[in-house]
């Protein structure tokens, strides 16, 4: 073995040194002379040697990313000409082996979910599930599943290959507002009623809660139409148990100003009760159609709100504030509401607890609308809450212009004091978040008729 490899040796030597020109060595020398290394040329200074490694990789780079994008060009256009039709790999052997070298990421089959609503992305949800995405399809990503994603979409079709591929119908989202959501609850929400139709066929629980108690039938009041929300009852649905904290179908329609589920709901006889109170406030449905929901988005739901009053829904009905709806409607800006319940005997100062009218709520929406409408109705302009303040020191802390301005041109009284001697102009300066801040625009308004006063009694002297 020894004797085989010094012969080798030899050998290699020899051809070696022919190549350089150079004799042979003795036949009991195997190593190249050291003339062989005369013409190496010297290494590099290192500022020489950093600009060539530098070099170097900057080719190496450069070639990666052209060849990345010569193959992405033609790729487009061999897929334009060509269709591949992968199956029957991947029903093969084949198949296994490819889904082994790597699995698809929850992240990656939530991105094809998104964008399953385009014909040729669903192409690529099919791909990815012979790759092996079944074993992250019930992950959640942002709070949400693939399916909850492609219901978002809108893609009945990816819809079904999810659940054909096993996706769970029960498994609960996790968005912020909606934890809890299942497919079903989501589908229902984003009023998509094919997919409704699907999940339920498939065995989707029409009476699943979410974590706030709402059902796919409470989604569905709010959010209609009302043949899904005929389906889902004719599929087991359950009214009573939509009902979460007291606020029943009824409510959930006339806050989503579904006349034509409210009066399915009323010509039914399913015990809906015209002026049941919800748990948190003690609204009334009536209530409901005049409101703000946390985005700020105002219900005036006069629809809604003339089919309760029609079916004899009390306008005078007081919540756990003693509220009534008109309280809502001028503290929301809700005019068509506002009037309606005026126009049907509404008492125009009623008074909450805290003996603050509706027009005293006008504040809070700064609608010159709602209170003008009050006014005219008979309204009391200088009516005052159990503190003894008026419209205008509520409107002068808030800088609610409008309703300031229109209050001190119905003579409301600019120097009222309450019952702790603060007049109007000393709410200029209110105290918010923890610092006193600065009225200057409620400011001006309640001294413009005092400066205008003094400018004509200047000009007359």
Known sequence: MVDSVREKRRVLTEVVCRSLGLPPPPSSDCSLPQVAFANESPPPPPRVAAALTGLDELVQTSLQNLKREALSKLDQIVSHYYIFDWSRLFASEVGNVIRSFQAVDAETLSRAADASAEKARRDDLALLFRLGATASIDTLVDGKTALIRAVYAGSLPAVEMLVEEGASLEVEGEEEGFEGFTALHRACYERHPEIVRFLVSKGGDVNAKDKAGRTPLTCTAFKGPLEVFEHLLQCGGDLEKSEFEGITALHQAAVGN?????????????????????????????????????RSIVRD???????????????????????????????????????????????????????????MSTYESDSHAAAALLVACGADVNAKCDMGQSIVHFATAEESLKVLQLAID????????????????????????????????????????????????????
């Open 410 to 461: 119905r003579d409301a009284e600019v120097d009222a004091r309450d019952h702790f001697d603060i007049t109007p102009l000393l709410r200029t300066f209110p105290l918010k978040e923890g610092r006193v801040v600065y009225a200057k625009a409620s400011a001006q308004l309640l001294l413009a008729p005092w400066c205008r006063y003094q400018c004509v009694r200047y000009q007359r002297h």
């Open 258 to 294: 579904q006349k034509a589920i409210a009066e399915m709901l009323l010509d039914g006889h399913r015990g809906m009760d015209l002026n049941g109170q919800e748990t948190e406030t003690q609204a009334t449905p009536l209530h409901w159609t005049a409101c703000r929901n946390d």
């Open 301 to 359: 739901n006069v629809d809604v709100a003339e089919l309760l009053i029609a079916r004899g829904a009390d306008v005078n009905a007081r919540n756990g504030e003693g509220e009534t709806v008109l309280h809502w409607a001028a503290a929301t800006g809700c005019v068509k509401v506002l009037k309606l319940a005026l126009d049907h005997g509404a008492v125009v100062d009623a008074r909450n607890l805290r003996s603050k009218t509706a027009f």
